[in-house]
Each structure stands twice: as C-alpha cells, then as structure tokens.
Nanobody
C-alpha cells in the first residue's frame, strides 16, 4: 500500500515555472515507477511523464518534452515535476501515481494515486 500526496500547485503567468512534489508513504518507494498525469476541465486524464524506480529512465508526453522534468529522491520518498515555460493549456489538476511495473503512459497500469493539485496558468 502506498499513499501519495501532491503539493506545489498554484497560479502562475504564462512563461513561468512551478515545481510540484509528490510525497509517498507506506511500502518501499524505490520499488515503484512513478508517473505524473493531468486532467484539464472537460478533458480526460492525460499522461505527462514518468520515471523508473532508480530514476535512471524517464519518459515524457510530446506536449511537455523539453519544458517539464521529472526527478525523484528515493531517500526522501518523493518525486518531483519541474514545469517551465508554462502555457495556458497546461492548466489542469496534476496527479502523481505509482506502479510496481511501469512508468509509462497507460493510467490503468498504475495502482496508487494522489488526490491531485491544481495548476493554473494565466495568459
């Protein structure tokens, strides 16, 4: 069992940056691949990016590649999402998720989810 809590969301102007954190508690964090997803109003939940257990492999959606960076600190049981050059279309509730088997883009493969944090980008 893993409990996930996101933090760091907020309101930022277009072109700005935000850093999200996702703190995990419960089972051994280093055994889980971690993903970030987001859901904009009226849209389905979409993959943002993922990071493998040791942090040596990452994978990003095309829409955020080059702007967002995922990292993790297994000693702190935390995964991060650094978001730069934000655009109004990045406005969404952002979720972190944990999976024992993947860090990919299929949300059905993730077992545990946080409650989400709101990111709003004004134009």
């Amino acid at each position: 069992q893993v409990q996930l809590v996101e933090s760091g969301g907020g309101l930022v102007q277009a072109g700005g940056s935000l850093s999200l954190s996702c703190a995990a508690s419960g089972s051994d964090f280093s055994r889980y691949g971690m993903g970030w997803f987001r859901q904009a109003p009226g849209k389905e939940r979409a993959f943002v990016g993922g990071i493998w257990r040791s942090g040596d492999r990452t994978y990003y959606a095309d829409s955020v590649k080059g702007r967002f960076t995922i990292s993790r600190d297994n000693a702190k049981n935390t995964v991060y999402l650094q978001m730069n050059s934000l655009k109004p279309e990045d406005t969404a509730v952002c979720y972190c998720a944990a999976s024992r088997w993947t860090y990919g883009d299929n949300s059905h493969h993730y077992e545990y989810w946080g409650q989400g944090t709101q990111v709003t980008v004004s134009s």
